[in-house]
């Protein structure tokens, strides 16, 4: 079935260094790819989305592209800041589906 | 505002009590979905609703129930049969169709005494 493998944290950083998280995918087709973010005790926000092969998605200085020969969509950011302490989680919906499908989450803490 | 809220944000649970909890959204939206999200794993779906009056188990449905009567509402009541309930829980809509995007509430802890 479809999955989600991304990397395990936790991550610790120091504001203004750079930010890498690993995300690979198992699906058939073409799915959407997602970045979800969740600041401690909150639900979920859309962080930045890509639909076909190819695409960067980005938002709030993050980017992710969608890499469909190696099946992955890294979560980047150039300079981190404390605010960027949160879960990550990396998804996908397979083509003509609507079920998201998580992986597990990686904690990043940036310390000032 | 639109948006999705879910309550309450902390529910305790009694040894045999069924409880439930409280998912509404403005949006508009055609579908629901409830998750559960347990330490160190990703979300896992428990049930969702496509449409009124009509809803499907995900991955892990047993020891919980649903209800969609409304557009607007979608609670999930976490039965006795569950064992393991202590969980963050949490709701989510779209538009469903070829959406992909989901949008989520602010979840609700619930805790066994």
């Known amino acids: 079935g479809d999955s989600v493998t991304q990397m395990e944290g936790p991550v610790t950083l120091s504001e203004e260094a750079f930010l890498t998280i690993n995300c690979t995918y198992t699906a058939t087709g073409y799915p959407s790819l997602f970045w979800y973010v969740q600041y401690p005790g909150e639900g979920l926000q859309l962080l930045l989305k890509?639909?076909?092969?190819?695409d960067k998605g980005s938002n709030k200085g993050f980017e992710a592209t969608y890499r469909k020969e190696t099946t992955s969509f890294h979560l980047e950011k150039g300079s981190v800041q404390v605010s960027d302490s949160a879960v990550y989680f990396c998804?996908?919906?397979?083509?003509?589906?609507?079920?998201?499908?998580f992986g597990a989450g990686t904690t990043v803490t940036v310390r000032a | 505002d639109g948006g999705i809220t879910q309550s309450p944000k902390y529910l305790f649970r009694k040894e045999g009590q069924n409880v439930t909890l409280s998912c509404e959204q403005n949006?508009?939206?055609?579908?629901m979905y409830w998750y559960r999200q347990d330490p160190g794993q990703g979300l896992r779906l428990i049930y969702y609703s496509q449409i009124v009056n009509d809803f499907q188990k995900g991955d892990i449905a047993e020891g919980y129930s649903v209800s969609r009567e409304k557009k607007e509402s979608f609670p999930l009541t976490v039965t006795s049969a569950q064992k393991n309930p202590t969980a963050f829980y949490l709701c989510a809509s779209n538009r469903g169709g070829t959406e992909e995007t989901q949008y989520f509430g602010p979840g609700t802890r619930l805790l066994v005494l």
């Open positions: 949006l508009n939206h055609d579908a």
């Open positions: 998804a996908l919906t397979p083509s003509n589906d609507y079920k998201l499908s």
């Open positions: 890509a639909t076909k092969a190819d």
